[in-house]
């Protein structure tokens, strides 16, 4: 792959990844950075500094953290705090990692494709722990919290060693949670339909 695509896709797979997670992403980018293994843009240069990797650290920390807690990790989703930060944190990890590449084509594929595909990652899982709360009482949210954990780690080391493979497993996690979801809202109209068919049979019987 030339180096321009690869840089250009290395991007894009490190921000769907922080969709699943918005600081451990660039808690990873940061300390490979750090190690000299990875070349960050001119502009990022403090992506890869000691004092981000510890503030970075701090965050993804109780980012993580906050996601195992009931109600907290539903208000993160409902306050419109995730996706935004997601969406920005999509953009900065993919630009800081687009070296060579003309300005413009830049931060266009940083912010249109980085951005996108992190805020469409976070709306999904987002969605997801929505229907567990409503299914589970929050119980079946803690699963979800690992998976995204797990996730975000697999997509950031991944998209480090094969992007365009890391690119793929995100696409078939989203193509996967859009097929449960459409099951989950099947269920939720089948279930009204047939209270409201009850409901109209005991009103005719009244």
């Given at each position: 792959m030339p180096d321009l695509a690869?840089?250009?896709?290395?991007?894009?797979?490190?921000?769907?990844?922080?969709?699943f997670r918005v600081f451990l992403p660039m808690l990873i980018v940061s300390g490979v950075a750090n190690t000299g293994h990875l070349q960050l843009g001119s502009s990022f240069a403090w992506l890869g500094t000691p004092s981000a990797l510890t503030m970075l650290g701090v965050a993804a920390f109780a980012e993580v953290l906050a996601y195992y807690v009931p109600v907290i990790d539903n208000l993160l989703d409902t306050l419109s705090l995730a996706t935004p930060a997601a969406l920005v944190a999509g953009t900065v990890v993919s630009a800081a990692v687009m070296t060579d590449v003309?300005?413009?084509?830049?931060?266009?594929?940083?912010?249109?494709?980085?951005?996108?595909?992190a805020g469409l990652t976070q709306g999904v899982t987002a969605m997801l722990r929505a229907h567990s709360t409503v299914l589970t009482g929050g119980l079946g949210n803690a699963v979800i919290a690992?998976?995204?954990?797990?996730g975000a780690l697999l997509i950031s080391l991944l998209a480090l060693v094969a992007p365009a493979a890391a690119i793929a497993l995100v696409i078939l996690f989203l193509l996967l949670a859009i097929r449960l979801l459409r099951r989950f809202f099947r269920g939720a109209r089948?279930?009204?339909?047939?209270?409201?068919?009850s409901d109209g049979a005991n009103d005719r019987s009244m």
């Open positions: 690869l840089s250009i896709v290395l991007g894009i797979a490190l921000a769907a990844a922080t969709g003309p300005p413009m084509v830049k931060w266009t594929a940083a912010v249109v494709a980085g951005g996108g595909i690992t998976a995204e954990l797990g089948a279930s009204s339909s047939e209270t409201q068919r």
